[in-house]
C-alpha cells in the first residue's frame, strides 16, 4: 500500500470524524434551544394570561415586570422550571452513568431501588418524626431521604465488587431494595394519622410544588461539578461499553472508574429525588433516546443525556399544568405514564436480541 493511499485514508477518517463532531454539536445546539423554549412556555403556562414574548421579557429584564409579574413569575414558577430543568438533567445523567458503569440498560435510579429508598426514609420524618441526623430536625424528611438513597447506592456498590455478580442479578437487587423499602414503607402508611398519610402520598408522588431558590442552587452546584468530571473521563466511560476486559486492557483503572462514578452517580439521584420525591423512569427513557441519536460515545451520549432528562421533565411539569386547568398534577404519575410503555419496549427488546 503506497503512502499515498495511508494518507488519503487517514485524511478520510479525520474528515468523517469532524463531521461526527460538528453533528454532535449541532444536536447538543438543538436540544438547548428546546429546552430554552420549553422552560419558558413551563413558566408561562398557568392560570395567568401572560404571552409567551412578555414573559420572556419580563426574564431577561426583571426591571419591566409588575408587581403581579414579579409574583408570579420570579417567586412561584422560574424556581419551578429551573427545578424541573435541573432534576431531569440530573436524573439523565444519573441512568446514563449507571447503565454505562454497571452495563445495563434497565439501570436507573428508579429501577435500582434508590427512589424508593428515600420514599422510606422521609416517610420515617413525616410519620415518626425520627431523624438520621438530629441536628437537621427543620428539613429532616429531604436529610432522610438524601441518607437512605445513598445509603441503598452503597449497597449497590457492595454487590457489584461481589464476584460472579451478572449485571441482571443488580436489577433484581435493585428490586428486592424497592419491594423492601414499599413493604416498610406500608407499615409506616398504615400507623399514620390522615395528615401525615397525604403527606407521604404526595411526596411519593413526586412533585415540583416544593422548588426553592435555595433547592435550585444546589442542584446547580451539584450538577455544575459531578457533571464535568463525568466528561473529563468521557472516553474511560466510553472504553468502559466495549466492556471491562478490554477498558482493563487500554490501561483504565475499572474499579478506581466505577467507585468515583457511582459515588457521583449517587450524589445526584440522592438530591434529586430528596427534594421533588419519587419521579419515576427519567433516568432510563432520556439516556436511552440520547443513545438511539448519538450512539455509545460519551462525549455526546451524557452531555445530551441530561438535555433529554430536562426536556422529559420540563414537557412534564407543563403537562402538569395543562391537563386541567387550576389543577396542577404530580409530576411523578405522569412520567410512569410516559415511562412504562417504554420499558416494556426496552424488555422486549432486550429478550429478541437474547434469543437472536
Not at 447538543?28 to 395567568?48: C, M
Request: glycine share 8%.
Amino acid at each position: 500500500m503506497s503512502d499515498q493511499t495511508i494518507s488519503a485514508d487517514a485524511l478520510s477518517l479525520v474528515s468523517a470524524y469532524k463531521r461526527r463532531s460538528m453533528w454532535r454539536a449541532a444536536l447538543v445546539g438543538l436540544a438547548v434551544l428546546a429546552l430554552v423554549t420549553l422552560v419558558v412556555v413551563d413558566i408561562n403556562t398557568g392560570p395567568a394570561n401572560m404571552s409567551f414574548w412578555r414573559t420572556l421579557h419580563v426574564i431577561l429584564d426583571p426591571d419591566v415586570a409588575t408587581n403581579k409579574e414579579q409574583v408570579i413569575i420570579w417567586q412561584v414558577r422560574l424556581p419551578v422550571a429551573l427545578m424541573a430543568l435541573f432534576v431531569g438533567a440530573m436524573l439523565g445523567v444519573a441512568g446514563a452513568e449507571m447503565q454505562t458503569i454497571l452495563n445495563n440498560p434497565l439501570a436507573d435510579p428508579f429501577t435500582l431501588g434508590l427512589s424508593s429508598a428515600a420514599s422510606f426514609g422521609a416517610a420515617l420524618a413525616i410519620v415518626l418524626g425520627w431523624s438520621v441526623i438530629p441536628w437537621f430536625g427543620g428539613v429532616m424528611v429531604t436529610v432522610n431521604a438524601f441518607v437512605f438513597a445513598m445509603g441503598t447506592s452503597f449497597l449497590l456498590f457492595l454487590f457489584t465488587r461481589l464476584r460472579g455478580v451478572s449485571p441482571e442479578a443488580m436489577i433484581l437487587v435493585g428490586i428486592a431494595v424497592l419491594f423492601t423499602c414499599n413493604a416498610l414503607l406500608a407499615f409506616l402508611q398504615y400507623g399514620a394519622s390522615e395528615f401525615q398519610l397525604a403527606q407521604l402520598i404526595f411526596w411519593q408522588m413526586g412533585s415540583l410544588a416544593r422548588a426553592t431558590w435555595t433547592k435550585v442552587g444546589v442542584c446547580a452546584a451539584v450538577l455544575l461539578v459531578i457533571l464535568p468530571y463525568f466528561l473529563s473521563r468521557s472516553w474511560a466511560l466510553t472504553a468502559l461499553r466495549m466492556g471491562e476486559e478490554k477498558a482493563a486492557a487500554l490501561g483504565i483503572n475499572v474499579s478506581l472508574l466505577r467507585i468515583t462514578v457511582l459515588g457521583g452517580v449517587s450524589v445526584l439521584a440522592a438530591v434529586a429525588v430528596s427534594f421533588v420525591g419519587a419521579i419515576a423512569f427519567v433516568g432510563l427513557v432520556g439516556p436511552h433516546i440520547a443513545r438511539m441519536i448519538v450512539g455509545e460515545d460519551q462525549r455526546g451520549f451524557l452531555p445530551l443525556s441530561a438535555l433529554c432528562g430536562a426536556l422529559i421533565l420540563s414537557g412534564t411539569s407543563i403537562a402538569s399544568k395543562a391537563i386541567t386547568p387550576g389543577i396542577v398534577y404530580p409530576i411523578g404519575m405522569i412520567t410512569s405514564l410516559i415511562g412504562i410503555p417504554f420499558f416494556i419496549l426496552l424488555i422486549l427488546g432486550q429478550r429478541k436480541r437474547h434469543w437472536q
